[in-house]
């Protein structure tokens, strides 16, 4: 069936230093894609979204892009900072539909 | 604040029990949903309500029901709680059809004994 997936399950990286997070996608059809961020003990939190007709978008410190071609999503985060520590989750939605299907999740340690 | 609000907080039951989630959104929002949360997973959808009066399974609705009271609330029904269902319980809301991300509640933890 269909399903949202990560590359890697922990990341740790130097503060200052740029992330990258990974999520793979298997569903084509997939039309809207999310990222969230979800600190210990505290609900997701959106951080920034993507529609299938782009394939960059770009927030504060953040940037989604999306590769259609190899259903490959990231996220990237700029001069990254102790705050930014948390479990990172991909998630899509299918066509005109509200469900979202997530990812796993990918966890961000940042050290000193 | 605006958002969404879940009670409790944390829950202990006893296998066999039964309890009510409540979720409710002061954003005027159509859509909600609820979704668990297992150690080392992501959010699997439970129901949903794609508006008042509407409700619909997701990919885990065994042993839940749901109900919409109103456009704000949106419940979630365990009648005969099990350890399988010890969990995070997460409610979330969005504003129409596909094109917004979700706003979600700060959780339920709920162990079942």
């Known amino acids: 069936g269909e399903s949202v997936g990560l590359h890697l399950p922990t990341l740790s990286v130097q503060e200052g230093d740029n992330s990258i997070i990974n999520c793979a996608y298997s569903?084509?059809?997939?039309?809207?894609f999310i990222w969230y961020k979800q600190e210990s003990g505290k609900g997701p939190q959106f951080i920034i979204d993507?529609?299938?007709?782009?394939d960059k978008r770009q927030g504060q410190r953040v940037t989604v892009l999306l590769n259609k071609t190899v259903k490959h999503l990231s996220l990237q985060i700029a001069a990254t900072q102790p705050g930014d520590s948390a479990v990172y989750f991909c998630?899509?939605?299918?066509?005109?539909?509200?469900?979202?299907?997530f990812g796993t999740g990918t966890r961000l340690q940042v050290f000193p | 604040n605006a958002g969404v609000t879940q009670t409790p907080k944390f829950q202990v039951l006893k296998t066999g029990q039964s309890m009510t989630l409540q979720c409710a959104q002061d954003?005027?929002?159509?859509?909600m949903y609820w979704y668990r949360q297992d150690p080392g997973m992501g959010l699997r959808l439970i129901y949903y309500?794609?508006?008042?009066?509407?409700?619909d399974k997701g990919e885990v609705p065994n042993g839940y029901n749901v109900s919409r009271l109103n456009k704000r609330e949106f419940s979630l029904r365990l009648e005969s709680a099990a350890p399988s269902q010890t969990s995070v319980y997460f409610c979330a809301s969005s504003a129409s059809t596909g094109i917004s991300g979700y706003t979600f509640g700060s959780g339920t933890r709920l162990t079942v004994v």
């Open positions: 954003m005027n929002h159509n859509s």
């Open positions: 998630a899509e939605t299918l066509g005109n539909t509200d469900k979202l299907i």
């Open positions: 309500s794609a508006s008042e009066g509407t409700t």
């Open positions: 993507i529609r299938s007709n782009m």
């Open positions: 569903n084509s059809a997939s039309d809207y």
